[in-house]
């Protein structure tokens, strides 16, 4: 029988059985979602945060409904803390199976507004943080043969949403990726960026208590006129993350409700159509 096909007691499918996964960031509000997913499926999560007190928060949640996760406290952005990281992850489980890359940094929106300090910031988070990660947990993939990396980007990447540092290193993310995919593909290694559209997670609770209706219009520009909730990102991470979607490499899966689609909204102001 194939491991995968068996889930846990109190687990989901086990789409993830047996894997090792990584999650930087995995306290935060996609990253909670997919730790709460991947360890349903059979999964050992490590949570990489910097804020270790959520991380162990949840992850006692997790363990309690029967999940196996652990927590490391490390910023991301600094090479012996990543690399102390993963060296405890092969220690405590002897293979890494997937990296999901999901930590974040964003402040400053426009040029003239965000100081060096900012700019360097968002970079080293959003940007340099995956680099590393990548780089300290491919010579184990490499090993294993097998092996997936699973940026979360953002549709900041693709097109001009203001927070001009955090969407250059969305940018970078995504051809980060694609040389990743590109270098390593023939060895077994898988690389995909997921890029979300605007996802109610919780760090719009500050916002959301000064401008209870900023969500409601910001759903106006999405074709589905709505926002999106952390699980449905987790569900794509989660098909990327399985061996359901092994022929997917370099490819960035836009999960934005129709937003980059295109701007009905302009169409209606040049008077090409109705929108209701």
């Given amino acids: 029988m194939d491991p995968r096909s068996s889930a846990l007691p109190g687990q989901g499918t086990g789409q993830l059985q047996g894997k090792v996964v990584i999650i930087t960031g995995g306290a935060g509000g996609i990253g909670s979602a997919m730790t709460r997913l991947f360890t349903r499926e059979g999964a050992a999560v490590a949570i990489a945060e910097i804020n270790i007190e959520a991380a162990q928060a949840l992850a006692q949640d997790v363990r309690r409904a029967g999940g196996v996760c652990d927590t490391y406290a490390c910023d991301v952005s600094v090479w012996p803390q990543v690399q102390a990281m993963v060296e405890q992850v092969m220690a405590r489980h002897g293979r890494i199976d997937v990296l999901v890359n999901n930590a974040l940094y964003v402040k400053g929106y426009g040029l003239l507004d965000t100081d060096e300090e900012t700019w360097n910031r968002n970079l080293a988070v959003t940007l340099t943080a995956p680099f590393l990660c990548s780089k300290a947990v491919l010579p184990h993939m490499l090993a294993q043969g097998s092996g997936t990396i699973i940026n979360i980007a953002s549709v900041n990447g693709l097109m001009s ?17 694609k040389n990743i995919a590109v270098m390593y593909g023939r060895k077994g290694i898988r690389c995909n960026a997921i890029a979300p559209g605007t996802v109610h997670t919780p760090v719009w609770d500050a916002l959301l208590q000064r401008d209870p209706e900023i969500l409601n219009r910001i759903a106006q520009w999405y074709p589905v006129r709505r926002v999106g909730r952390p699980e449905e990102i987790a569900a794509c991470a989660l098909f990327l993350a399985s061996d359901q979607c092994t022929f997917a490499n370099g490819a960035t899966f836009v999960i934005d409700g129709g ?18």
Avoid: C, H, P, Q
């Fill in 161 to 177: 949403f203001g927070e001009i540092a955090y969407s250059a290193a969305k940018a970078g993310l995504i051809n980060l990726t």
């Fill in 259 to 276: 937003l980059t689609a295109g701007f009905e909204r302009w169409i209606a102001d040049a008077g090409m159509m109705d929108v209701e």
